[in-house]
């Protein structure tokens, strides 16, 4: 399967850059998945879970505030607001992370509906993990 | 012949100076290594913005998309007011940093004048506030404390007005004008023009128009304002953060070059003071000789 390359920058650095197989954004417009060789696109992304496939095939998780996507033909850029992602070697790890991401979501102001969805995603990318 | 009491406070007052600025060299190279990460932290993210935006600009300006006419990505051909920006620091001491601004600034300013451009000054930093407020030119808004200490929120209340007004159609342009960091020992005064996003250097080449822009959102003119939003007020903040960097870099070399001077004339009056230790000495001397010469 073709890969292509991801992008994910914050105002804090960059804290994902690696081929990747695919990866599911949350549109504004609902969630959408770009495999390699997507046509160009430019679009805003709501706040929820960025899913990325890895070359290896491990999905990874990142939640995500705001953001902009631009895509094109061999890359993928990501650009957002705040970001945590959902990894770590242990429990706890994972644990800490998802305490952080929660904190993250309750900072998301006006959008009372998505966030149960965005708290249930991360429920279950923790699940996965554990 | 200065008095050598003259010449040992002399010694004393420059000795003290140098502590003071060798002091102050050590907080700003402190200090700076702080911005500087920050500053480099966000400079990614802010090239990428930059990037993004300026790849919708060209490909509006290259395919005309949708009839977009959205005014951030139309070139204004005669602008009539334009805001101009500028970011300095709260305190000075830092050599050539402030000035450079704001020689840039008046640049600027003459140019407008001369075609007849209203021309809204808004700045960031006391220095430059100063500077402008006794040459008797009117500030449109001004805030002192921001440069020192950037701080996103207050940023993105500042550029607020410059962005609705610009949307609105009172102003036709706004610039940005600060002095950036580029390395340990040299500063890069940047004049850059935000709004309308600047599209000249976008060819329309053959890729561009391969590669189709496709707007995903329903309402594309949305889209396209809340990113020009968040462009915009990043590209605010981006300067001060990039602007404290500069400012600490400048304020550790002029120190250095302070600190080293002091040490220049320390020495200098250090044989000055021997030399007129000797000429006392020998003084006496002839004193005491002739006295007793004149005994025999």
Redesign the interface.
């Known amino acids: 399967m073709d890969t292509f390359k991801l992008?994910i920058?914050?105002?804090?650095?960059?804290i994902f850059e690696d081929e990747a197989l695919s990866v599911t954004l949350p549109?504004?417009?609902g969630e959408?998945g770009v495999l390699a060789g997507h046509?160009?696109?430019?679009?805003?992304l709501e706040a929820g879970v960025v899913d990325i496939e890895k070359t290896d095939k491990v999905v990874e998780s990142v939640l995500i505030n705001w953001g902009?996507v631009?895509v094109?033909?061999e890359k993928v850029?990501v650009?957002v607001?705040g970001a945590v992602a959902i990894r770590g070697e242990s429990e706890s790890d994972v644990a800490r992370a998802l305490e952080s991401a929660k904190e993250l979501v309750k900072s998301i102001e006006d959008s009372g509906a998505a966030i149960a969805t965005v708290s249930a995603k991360l429920e279950n990318a923790a699940q996965k993990l554990l | 012949m200065a008095n050598l009491k003259d010449i040992q406070r002399k010694i004393k007052s420059v000795s003290n100076t140098q502590k003071t600025t060798r002091a102050m060299k050590l907080v700003s190279t402190a200090k700076l290594r702080r911005a500087e990460e920050l500053a480099k932290?966000?400079r990614?993210?802010s090239d990428?913005?930059n990037?993004?935006i300026a790849?919708?600009a060209g490909r509006i300006k290259c395919h005309k998309v949708g009839g977009i006419d959205n005014r951030c990505f139309i070139d204004i051909d005669n602008p009539k007011t334009v805001d101009i920006i500028f970011v300095t620091a709260d305190k000075g001491l830092c050599g050539g940093f402030n000035i450079q601004t704001i020689k840039a600034v008046n640049k600027l300013l003459a140019e407008y004048k001369e075609k007849n451009v209203k021309v809204r000054l808004s700045g960031v930093g006391k220095k430059g506030i100063e500077f402008f407020k006794y040459n008797e030119t009117e500030l449109f808004e001004s805030v002192v404390g921001l440069s020192s200490k950037p701080d996103k929120k207050a940023s993105d209340e500042f550029i607020l007005n410059s962005i609705e007004d610009f949307k609105d159609g009172k102003i036709d342009a706004v610039h940005i004008v600060y002095n950036g960091y580029k390395n340990m020992i040299t500063q890069e005064l940047h004049v850059n023009k935000i709004l309308p996003v600047d599209t000249e250097q976008f060819e329309c080449g053959e890729a561009e128009k391969s590669?189709?822009?496709?707007?995903?959102?329903?309402d594309e003119e949305m889209?396209l304002d809340?990113?020009v939003n968040?462009y915009v007020e990043?590209s605010m903040y981006y300067s001060l953060i990039d602007s404290v960097a500069a400012e600490h870099s400048a304020r550790m070399q002029a120190m250095d070059a302070a600190t080293n001077n002091a040490k220049e004339m320390v020495k200098s009056l250090n044989v000055e003071f021997n030399k007129a230790r000797q000429a006392a000495i020998t003084t006496e001397l002839i004193e005491i000789i002739s006295g007793v010469e004149s005994m025999k």
């Open positions: 992008e920058v914050t105002p804090n650095g960059l549109g504004q417009e959408f046509s160009s696109i430019s679009t805003l902009v631009n094109d033909e850029v650009l607001e | 932290r966000s990614l993210y990428k913005l990037q993004v790849e919708i590669s189709m822009l496709e707007i995903e959102a329903q889209m809340s990113l968040r990043y």
